[in-house]
């Protein structure tokens, strides 16, 4: 494991070595910041939640996570530096699980970022914190998996911009299954039991649930499952596909 | 001979295509292995497999008694490796990914910062530490890749091609360098440069089509070549008498003109690579040739490149 320590501090810092940090975290804050306000009415709604804020962080990570997922093995393909990297020491294991963790890490220094929107409700009113912590956690673990589904992805191409709409396209996927709108639309055609498993595999569902206030173990376990079978499925592309 | 890298029958396929086909031989401590072939011969793709980053489609190879497919990390930790064109961070710098390089082969403090400073001062990358990579020349990318290579002083070397790129002052630093480490080491280089193989290789293997050709020491190449023992000899006035009196010796197989500017010099083919020089010099004394120069040619190794491979 001290190969994955390595690899994520030189994959947490290659972010801060570009403007692909700062830009990341700005467009993050300022489009948070936009549905919250314009989007999500946070001030007519006249009620001391971030609520409107949560809701819709799904939307935001479907364009934003991609765009942090899509260099992590594409990039490597693309240079040859998956040659030198994969050569080194280190199981394939311990390269997927460094990757994966500085971009989950990273994401949650963007989301971290938003305290001032805590901030601004704990002046405005007294909101239910409990909800609130448990919400922030419902979106880093969410982010998780959009990241590790965009990790996988990345995995299979030498091309980003590749990445980027497979994976835009995949978490739009993982999301929409729990909306009610299609999960209606479906219902005409499917039988209930797979209608079910398709709204169960929703990332949209498991999140609501969460804002509800309450982590039930069920959703957390949903989201921390779906990090680790994309990453299984991440160590095995690059076994598969590093020397294409 | 303590063999360090053992290639057991290694062999790859991409779909259809045979890119590697059963190919063995064994390096050991001292040697320095040239790894000789057309492009698409199957030299970067035999690589591949002893480093352990392409997996052989059957046969398997051993790192300093590691079986790179039972043992990878092990086999890993013995290896420095210099894939094809030099690949590094272009975001980095080369102190940061020195010391990124340092840190994954476990060492910190101190001993990471000796064994930076020793490849820095080995490959001359003072002046470019703080640089981004991306920024860097060709020349320099590739001895920040063998200065990563190095690090860790490890005892197998594979250098993919380890000078393209490099102007003719900094080649000679880097086969200085490779003759420097060779006693210690047991390594393979890929080169189509012959006067690479002149250079520093202790032996050379003639790859074509993914099949090893030949496997033998630059000398032994070069006695293959036609020009093995020729004599090339520089006439002062006209050549056609002279290279009809030459062809009657009995030791020598044909007379040819050797390309030369002003069309007065032959090249001389013995019979069988037998030495011809008495014979000539005997010739040249009773005729009384003006001669400018005569010279015994040593045999070309793109000769016999070119005969092996069917170039």
């Not at chain 1, 995995?155 to 996927?173: D, H």
């Not at chain 1, 609501?208 to 376990?221: K, Q």
């Not at chain 2, 480093?51 to 059957?58: C, I, K, Q, W």
């Not at chain 2, 050379?204 to 630059?218: E, Q, R």
């Amino acid at each position: 494991m001290r190969g994955t320590l390595v690899i994520f501090r030189r994959e947490l810092a290659s972010y801060f070595a570009t403007p692909l940090a700062y830009v990341f975290i700005v467009i993050f804050l300022v489009m948070a910041g936009a549905t919250t306000f314009f989007v999500g009415n946070f001030f007519d709604r006249g009620q001391a939640d971030l609520q409107p804020f949560f809701s819709f962080h799904p939307w935001l990570y479907l364009v934003l996570i991609p765009a942090l997922s899509m260099r992590l093995w594409a990039e490597e393909r693309k240079s040859g530096t998956i040659e030198l990297f994969l050569t080194l020491p280190i199981t394939v294991w311990e390269a997927v699980l460094g990757k994966f963790l500085a971009a989950w890490v990273f994401s949650g220094i963007a989301l971290a970022l938003t305290f001032p929107f805590w901030i601004t409700v704990n002046v405005l009113g007294a909101p239910d914190n409990g909800v609130i912590l448990a919400s922030y956690l419902g979106s880093f673990l969410m982010a998780g998996a959009f990241l590790a589904l965009g990790a996988a992805l990345s995995a299979l191409t030498k091309s980003q911009v590749i990445a980027f709409v497979v994976t835009a396209a995949a978490c739009f996927l993982f999301t929409v299954t729990g909306l009610p709108v299609l999960l209606g639309f479906l219902a005409g055609w499917l039988p209930a039991g797979l209608l079910d498993a398709v709204a169960s595999f929703s990332f949209l569902g498991h999140f609501n649930a969460i804002l509800r206030g309450v982590i039930e173990l069920d959703d957390a376990v949903f989201f921390i499952s779906a990090i680790a079978l994309f990453l299984f499925a991440n160590a095995i592309i690059v076994e598969l596909k590093k020397a294409d | 001979m303590d063999v360090m890298i053992a290639a057991r029958g290694l062999s790859r396929r991409f779909g259809p295509i045979v890119a590697v086909d059963d190919v063995s031989f064994d390096v050991g401590r001292g040697e320095v292995m040239g790894f000789l072939g057309p492009n698409g011969a199957g030299k970067s793709t035999t690589m591949k497999m002893i480093t352990g980053f392409l997996a052989p489609t059957s046969g398997t190879a051993e790192v300093c008694g590691a079986d790179i497919r039972a043992d990878p990390v092990a086999a890993k930790r013995h290896l420095g490796y210099l894939p094809e064109g030099a690949p590094a961070y272009p975001d980095m710098t080369p102190r940061s990914f020195l010391r990124f390089i340092a840190s994954i082969r476990g060492f910190g403090g101190a001993e990471a910062k000796k064994r930076i400073d020793l490849a820095v001062e080995r490959l001359a990358l003072q002046n470019v530490l703080e640089q981004p990579i991306d920024t860097l020349s060709k020349g320099f990318k590739r001895r920040v890749g063998l200065a990563q290579a190095l690090l860790h002083d490890p005892e197998v070397l594979i250098l993919d091609e380890p000078t393209d790129g490099l102007d003719p002052n900094q080649k000679h630093e880097v086969r200085a360098l490779i003759n420097a480490l060779a006693p210690e080491k047991a390594i393979v280089i890929s080169t189509h440069l012959l006067e690479e193989v002149d250079a520093v290789c202790t032996r050379a293997i003639v790859i074509a089509s993914g099949k090893i050709l030949a496997d033998a020491t630059p000398l032994e190449l070069e006695a293959r070549s036609r020009h093995h023992n020729a004599v090339r000899i520089d006439l002062a006035g006209d050549v056609r008498d002279a290279a009809l009196s030459l062809r009657r010796l009995p030791g020598v197989a044909s007379v040819e003109e050797a390309d030369d500017p002003d069309g007065t010099a032959l090249l001389v083919f013995p019979r069988a690579g037998k030495p011809i020089l008495g014979e000539v010099t005997d010739l040249v004394r009773t005729a009384g040739w003006p001669i400018r120069t005569l010279r015994v040619e040593r045999g070309r190794l793109d000769d016999v490149f070119r005969s092996i491979t069917g170039g």
